[in-house]
T-cell receptor, first 111, second 116 residues
Framework: TQLLEQSPQFLSIQEGENLTVYCNSS?????LQWYRQEPGEGPVLLVT?????EVKKLKRLTFQFGDARKDSSLHITAAQPGDTGLYLC???????????FGTGTRLQVTL | DADVTQTPRNRITKTGKRIMLECSQT?????MYWYRQDPGLGLRLIYY???????NKGEISDGYSVSRQAQAKFSLSLESAIPNQTALYFC???????????????FGAGTRLSVL
């Protein structure tokens, strides 16, 4: 069974601070996705990375796929209250159409 | 209207009762999934279906069964509910035409189930 561990599990910061969330595994993934989930809703895709070392930016969010495609990070610059939510990474295994989801990081950004 | 609709949104039931959670989608996707979410455990796959005639067990299928009534409908049943099945349940869809590298999943809003 492939496992994806996220750290930290919880993060409470003030508006304007920077933060990094990590997603680690001992398994190789063909793709890595990041989702954000808000209370009362299902997860919504933020980004997909497929190449080792790939970096993608989405406004203040920067996503990186590790060179060996076993890990990923999400960096948020100048966090805002609207960034509050549960962040989930999800790995796609080669030749499989299932995703393995990480354990989740709950982020709270306060004024 | 939501592309992936789950009913009911909330359900309280008693131990031993049979319960069905329903999911319907208007995205035209061929693949559908059922997950459960527990704090600190992320999303765990219960069952998945790649088309109407293809049903597969996920990592935690014990105590659950599914039915793919049509391409757009995928229901999850708990034959005899037990308290440790109390969780948030999500249905998701994906399109095989997007390719394995993408495999973007679209989620419903979830069903919060409590088994007393």
């Amino acid at each position: 069974t492939q496992l994806l561990e996220q750290s930290p599990q919880f993060l409470s910061i003030q508006e304007g601070e920077n933060l990094t969330v990590y997603c680690n595994s001992s398994s190789v993934f063909s793709s890595l996705q990041w989702y954000r989930q808000e209370p009362g809703e299902g997860p919504v895709l933020l980004v997909t990375v497929v190449t080792g070392g790939e970096v993608k930016k989405l406004k203040r969010l920067t996503f990186q796929f590790g060179d060996a495609r076993k890990d990923s990070s999400l960096h948020i610059t100048a966090a805002q209250p609207g960034d509050t939510g549960l962040y989930l990474c999800a790995g796609g295994a080669p030749s499989a159409s299932k995703l393995t989801f990480g354990t989740g990081t709950r982020l709270q950004v306060t004024l | 209207d939501a592309d992936v609709t789950q009913t009911p949104r909330n359900r309280i039931t008693k131990t031993g009762k049979r319960i069905m959670l329903e999911c319907s989608q208007t995205k035209g996707h061929d693949r559908m999934y059922w997950y459960r979410q527990d704090p600190g455990l992320g999303l765990r796959l219960i069952y998945y279906s790649f088309d109407v005639k293809d049903i597969n067990k996920g990592e935690i299928s014990d105590g659950y069964s599914v039915s793919r009534q049509a391409q757009a409908k995928f229901s999850l049943s708990l034959e005899s509910a037990i308290p440790n099945q109390t969780a948030l349940y999500f249905c998701a869809t994906s399109d095989s035409q997007e390719g394995i590298a993408k495999n973007i999943q679209y989620f419903g809003a979830g069903t919060r189930l409590s088994v007393l």
